[in-house]
């Protein structure tokens, strides 16, 4: 099940799955039209399946990404480390049809991107740790580096929709953010646009939101 992706290029692509928080509606702020919610300081998903017609991501192109600090697998991730690397930040979860849709695609781009010492990284909003999220995510076929989302960094990222992709430069700045199953070719162009920015010299990033 699954409509047009009208603002993706124009191609037919799974559509994102929607949000819905178990907080107050009237509460206001982005977190609280999050599809997981937290029950003792994990973020678990209880959202079905919905089809919806997918916006852009939560966060602008242009801007600096965001503090993102992580635990993955095999150790901890600091996107600050990263500079000088094109990077791709995919939040997912398991529930999540478009998610499992676009892993291939994912797993592509990461193996091309680890031969220019880039990476994509997936961050899974349904597993209470980084090995259970590496865990169903080989299971998945989601063949590249995976963590755990926390609540700060699922709010500080705007994710509203799932999936939810980000392209980061070398110098830090988000080129492309993508709501929904993201395909090979936009991921490509945007990773290409990445690797231009850095080869001129990159552009000053926006101020971005410091840890809390």
């Not at 480390?81 to 049809?97: D, L």
């Not at 199953?181 to 490509?188: D, K, P, T, Y």
Request: charged share 20%; hydrophobic share 40%.
């Amino acid at each position: 099940m699954g409509s047009r992706l009208e603002d993706v290029d124009e191609e037919d692509e799974p559509s994102p799955t929607p949000a819905r928080s178990s907080r107050n509606p009237g509460a206001g702020g982005r977190f609280a039209r999050l599809a997981p919610w937290l029950l003792g300081g994990a973020i678990l998903a209880g959202v079905a399946y919905a089809t919806v017609t997918g916006g852009g991501a939560g966060l602008p192109d242009g801007s600096a990404a965001p503090a993102l600090v992580v635990g993955t697998s095999t150790g901890s991730f600091d996107l600050a480390s990263q500079r000088g690397k094109v990077v791709v930040v995919n939040f997912w979860a398991s529930w999540c049809p478009p998610c499992r849709a676009e892993a291939p695609t994912l797993s592509a781009v990461h193996a091309r991107l680890a031969r220019r010492s880039g990476l994509v990284l997936g961050i899974a909003l349904d597993a209470p740790n980084a090995r259970a999220a590496a865990s169903t995510g080989a299971r998945l076929g989601m063949r590249y580096p995976m963590a755990a989302a926390d609540s700060q960094t699922v709010e500080r990222y705007r994710v509203e929709r799932l999936p939810t992709t980000y392209v980061v430069a070398p110098n830090g700045v988000i080129v492309r953010g993508f709501v929904g199953a993201v395909s090979e070719a936009q991921l490509e162009r945007a990773i290409d646009e990445a690797s231009r920015l850095a080869g001129a010299g990159g552009v000053e990033p926006a101020r971005s939101a410091s840890l809390p």
